[in-house]
């Protein structure tokens, strides 16, 4: 089976600068996906990363950095510059390898880490 | 714009009560999921449907049923007997291209309260 660890319940981190938030995860097959969501309190899911794991360098996407680091079954958000819209809960979640067929993907997802930016 | 989009927003139900929340997708994607999402936790999948009349039970799917007879709509009923329905629900859709792009969007969800 699956699973997911998010091990850090809440983080506070300063406007404009750096923040890294933990994950990480266990599974016996070779062939599995990473991805983070952003959850604002308006309760929507936004997407924000995916790493595959046979991706050869680790995924970027603007201020945002997946720092993976495959030895050690971790798949750390950071986070660069952060500002005031980026407080939010954050989930990490790995796609089951079963889902590489009729579009179906099963995913299992952390509990989150609260990241909240001060002024 | 495309998308996905669940109703209502807030829906109270009173004990004993059968409820359905909507999702409609304009994505045009082949997978829909429904997962509840409990304070503390992170999302649990209740159902799942690959193609249109088609769909399977995840990993807490007592008390719900679903039903998929168009590929945009993927409609949940929360049933009497789901013993304790309060939560976030929210409804999603993924399209397989083979690519490591490959992620799940997710609608804005519903907040079902039991009075």
């Known amino acids: 089976a699956q699973k997911i660890t998010q091990t850090q319940p809440g983080m506070f981190v300063q406007e404009k600068e750096a923040v890294t938030l933990d994950c990480t995860y266990d599974?016996?097959?070779?062939?599995?996906?990473l991805f983070w969501y952003k959850q604002p309190s308006s309760g929507e899911m936004i997407f924000l990363i995916y790493q595959g794991s046979y991706d050869q360098q680790n995924a970027t996407e603007g201020r945002y950095s997946l720092n993976f680091q495959k030895a050690r079954k971790s798949a750390n958000l950071v986070i660069s510059a952060s500002q005031l819209g980026d407080s939010a809960m954050y989930f990490c979640?790995?796609?089951?390898?079963?889902?590489?067929?009729?579009?179906?993907?099963?995913?299992?997802f952390g509990i989150g880490t609260k990241l909240q930016v001060i002024p | 714009d495309g998308g996905i989009t669940q109703s209502p927003k807030y829906l109270f139900r009173k004990e004993g009560q059968n409820v359905t929340l909507s999702c409609e997708q304009n994505l045009n994607h082949d997978a829909m999921y429904w997962y509840r999402q409990d304070p503390g936790q992170g999302l649990r999948l209740i159902y799942y449907s690959q193609i249109v009349n088609d769909f399977q039970k995840g990993d807490i799917a007592e008390g719900y049923s679903v039903s998929r007879e168009k590929k945009e709509s993927f409609p949940l009923t929360v049933t009497s007997a789901q013993k304790n329905p309060t939560a976030f629900y929210l409804c999603a859709s993924s399209i397989w291209t083979g690519s490591s792009g490959n992620t799940i969007y997710f609608g804005e969800g519903s907040w079902l309260t039991v009075v």
């Open positions: 979640a790995m796609r089951d390898p079963e889902s590489n067929s009729g579009g179906y993907q099963k995913v299992t």
């Open positions: 599974t016996s097959d070779p062939s599995y996906g």
